[in-house]
């Protein structure tokens, strides 16, 4: 029970994280100056707000589970203590960090203050993904391995937390800012996609040892599965940049659409990754 | 030149990243061992890990008497080597379980077994 709590309080952190970086990073660039406010109130205030809590959460999961001592066990001081004082406590501190500085931006954000927005985004970036090398499988094997998944783990949440704000740039924005939007994301997502599959490709076969293992073990299938809806994740983006953005404003409605999959795919990945982490191992 | 390098960068970034994952913090041994058929009362449970854990839990249960009552508190330094002192324990078949935590953040379990006879 106390995995399932922990690994479904994380994919919902990674829905905030991905909030916090990819939604702030896509309003200072993209959003026109009069969506602004929207989006900081409807989107990036609350995610930050939610990853705050449920970086707290996830520490208090992980204290009752250990506790074994039912729900009040969440709450006992000497396992709290102990938690507080090992990875578990630096990450839920690090990222707690990292959600009020990502705040602090987004409130910069309505002020128009973009430069000291994108300098405290930049310290939220850092203090959200430096904890993914902190713990976990990757936590013990070999160093550059963290700084990988980081790298990884930045750049899908650049890419998921984009959509909701291009999505409504889409259904709101002029033509001509949709087009200049779109156009530009979609020239860094070609970098950044290479990097993150090479990053994850490096993250799986120094987790599996090998590639064989990807069809021989139930983990290995089950990321073969976070694999294909990644795969199905980059032709829908494909379709966007190659075909349907060229073609604006005509395939405005189309585009909707297919940025509407792209979140409910990304969700699926986020989740999928989730459990893959807590309640599977490589080995 | 640049495809020089690229191969290089390559093979460079292979072996640091080919070292497989480690396994999981694991009981590499204790005294009493697992299966151990002890004609003495042991002093001390004495566990050695593979790498340093914090010992969230542990306990000692006898198959018909039940639970033995141990000095234990989780503490939160990490060691690879724990030592608990145990009460006089009298004849019986004990079951030692282990809850850990890793410096993975992971929670580790495991259990072992000792026979104690005093008959000579």
């Known amino acids: ?283 | 030149m640049f495809k020089k390098s690229l191969i290089k960068i390559l093979a460079l970034s292979t072996l640091l990243f080919s070292a497989a994952l480690s396994a999981h913090t694991h009981l590499e041994s204790s005294a009493p061992a697992d299966g151990a058929q002890l004609s003495q009362s042991p002093e001390a449970l004495q566990l050695h890990f593979s790498k340093a854990v914090r010992l969230m839990h542990v306990s000692l249960e006898e198959k018909s008497a039940g639970q033995v009552k141990l000095a234990f508190m989780p503490g939160a330094v990490a060691e690879k080597d724990i030592s608990l002192p145990l009460p006089a324990l009298e004849a019986g078949e004990y079951t030692v379980s282990w809850v850990t935590l890793g410096g993975d953040g992971h929670k580790m379990s495991g259990k072992f077994s000792f026979k104690l006879s005093t008959e000579k």
């Not at chain 1, 909030?19 to 009069?34: D, N």
């Not at chain 1, 602004?36 to 996830?58: E, M």
């Not at chain 1, 969440?74 to 990450?91: H, N, R, T």
């Not at chain 1, 939220?124 to 550059?144: K, M, Y």
């Open chain 1, 1 to 283: 029970m106390w995995e399932t709590a922990f690994a479904l309080s994380k994919w919902l952190l990674y829905g905030a994280l991905s909030a916090a970086i990819g939604g702030t990073a896509t309003v200072q660039l993209w959003i026109p100056s009069g969506d602004v406010a929207n989006q900081v109130k409807r989107y990036l205030l609350p995610g930050c707000i939610a990853g705050l809590l449920l970086s707290a959460i996830g520490l208090f999961i992980q204290v009752g589970a250990f506790a074994e001592s039912g729900l009040s066990g969440m709450f006992d001081p000497v396992y709290l203590s102990i938690l507080w004082q090992s990875p578990a406590g630096s990450v839920a501190l690090t990222q707690s960090l990292g959600f009020v500085a990502a705040g602090l931006a987004a409130l910069l954000l309505l002020r128009r203050q973009r430069r000291s927005a994108a300098v405290l985004w930049l310290l939220a970036a850092t203090l959200l993904l430096l904890p993914f090398g902190w713990r976990g499988h990757t936590a013990e094997a070999s160093p550059l391995l963290g700084p990988a998944l980081s790298l990884h783990a930045g750049i899908a949440a650049l890419w998921i937390g984009a959509l909701y704000p291009l999505w409504c740039l889409n259904r709101n924005g002029e033509p001509r800012q949709i087009r200049h939007g779109m156009e530009q994301f979609g020239r860094l997502a070609a970098w950044l996609v290479a990097l993150l599959v090479f990053c994850g490709a490096w993250i799986l076969y120094a987790l599996l040892g090998s590639f064989a293992p990807l069809v021989q073990s139930s983990y290995g299938l089950a990321l073969c599965v976070k694999l294909l809806l990644v795969g199905v994740l980059l032709l829908l983006a494909a379709q966007n940049k190659w075909r349907l953005v060229p073609q604006l404003p005509a395939t405005t409605a189309r585009l909707s659409r297919s940025i509407r999959a792209e979140i409910l795919l990304g969700a699926i990945i986020l989740l999928l990754t989730a459990l893959l982490s807590t309640l599977m191992g490589p080995e």
